[in-house]
């Protein structure tokens, strides 16, 4: 009988290991598929709409019948909300770990939360208070991110080389273990492009708010996300891919990755995500996005074979210092606005007692009334 509660205590810690561990999954089988070949356009078709076709039932039978009515204004809205927070930010993204790795992928997530409030700042959303130790520590907090970016971008240093002598996947080959250390610029230009990615992300969840006002039906608006995002993405890749070989998935790890990442984690990781915030809260979820790098890390290494460099684990490790300076002044000012809407403790007994009279005044003076 008292391990039931010690597992509800566990329970949500155990779920955002899961999640971060998803994500791991996510970013080693897409480099993996990009390693084999894929095209990242038609795996970004893919993906989105496996992801609709899995959701689609599950949101359709618990919301359609009071789902609220969709305007063509607020369609336009989660139109152009899927086009920059999904399509974009996927196809970059995409474009990305394929001049990169699944390394930094995993690392440049944990800048998210800091972009994130950048943006929000410049459209007035949040307000930053330099005059307050909360403020200053989001601030260093992006000036922390901006500097782990910057190495991750420009500084390599000394190699980790570990032996891997097989790939998992079967792409093994020397020009890919050696092809992101030696070309730089190429490497520098994926790092720029998963910024921007990152930055789409962001810009996407700081417009949701506004959107999801007009249309509160979670569920449904993620499926029409997702739906708009695979229309989308197959008029971008098929605009961009001609060739019919290009979008055979087959039965190996193409097909494996775009459904892992179509239903896995699209599907999953919602529903968790969820249940872990409204647990714990979003700052909980947040602070364990280090742990998808520490995963990929590892993964990457025996898995993929990649090499780690010097540079590589300073920037991730500046990105985490970051990400937890943005969110302890996130976490502070929230305290600290909680704090000051508390009444007082004589307001507090007037409002009881006024309470009190009102019920008394209201409530009937004979039990026939109940």
């Known amino acids: 009988m008292m391990q039931l509660p010690l597992m ?26 990009f390693n084999g070949g894929m095209n990242n356009f038609v795996f970004i078709f893919y993906r989105q709409a496996f992801a609709t076709l899995f959701v689609a039932p599950i949101s359709l039978a618990v919301e359609w019948k009071k789902a609220p009515p969709l305007s063509f204004l ?8 899927s086009l920059i927070g999904i399509t974009f930010s996927l196809d970059l993204y995409g474009i990305a770990l394929i001049y990169t790795s699944a390394t930094l992928a995993a690392a440049t997530t944990n800048c998210l939360p ?18 307050t130790v909360p403020g200053v520590a989001k601030l260093v907090g992006i000036l922390i991110c901006i500097g782990g970016a910057a190495t ?12 891997c002598h097989h790939h998992i996947f079967g792409h093994h080959n020397s020009q890919q273990i050696h092809g992101h250390v030696s070309s730089g610029k190429t490497w520098i230009k994926g ?10 992300f962001g810009l996407w969840l700081v417009l949701q708010g506004f959107v999801m006002k007009s249309y509160p039906s979670k569920l449904l608006f993620t499926t029409l996300q997702c739906f708009l995002s695979s229309i989308q993405s197959f008029a971008i890749a098929i605009a961009l891919e001609r060739d019919p070989h290009e979008w055979v998935l087959g ?40 742990l998808a790098l520490i995963f990929t890390t590892i993964a990457s290494v025996f898995l993929l074979c990649e090499i780690i460099t010097l540079g590589r ?21 929230q305290k600290m606005v909680d704090k000051s ?23 009937p003076s004979s039990p026939m009334f109940l």
């Open 8 to 33: 509800d205590k566990q329970r949500p810690y155990l779920t955002v290991i899961l999640i971060q561990a998803i994500y791991a999954g996510m970013f080693l089988l897409s480099k993996a598929a």
């Open 74 to 81: 607020t369609f336009c809205k989660i139109f152009f909300l």
């Open 114 to 131: 800091a972009i994130t409030f950048f943006l929000a700042v410049l459209l007035r959303m949040e307000v930053l208070k330099l005059k």
């Open 152 to 163: 991750l971008a420009f500084y390599n240093g000394p190699q980790l080389r570990l032996l």
């Open 191 to 200: 790092c720029f492009i998963m910024l921007s990615s990152n930055t789409f």
């Open 251 to 290: 039965w190996n790890v193409r097909l494996l990755a775009v459904a892992y990442c179509g239903i896995i984690v699209t599907a999953l990781t919602y529903y968790l995500q969820a249940w872990v915030i409204e647990m714990k809260g979003p700052v909980f979820l947040a602070m364990s996005t280090p």
């Open 313 to 333: 684990i300073l920037g991730g490790l500046l990105l985490i210092g970051g990400l937890y300076a943005v969110l302890w002044g996130k976490s502070k000012e």
């Open 341 to 363: 809407c508390l009444p007082t403790q004589v307001d507090q007994k007037v409002m009881n007692s006024d309470q009190i009279k009102v019920m008394a005044a209201k409530s």
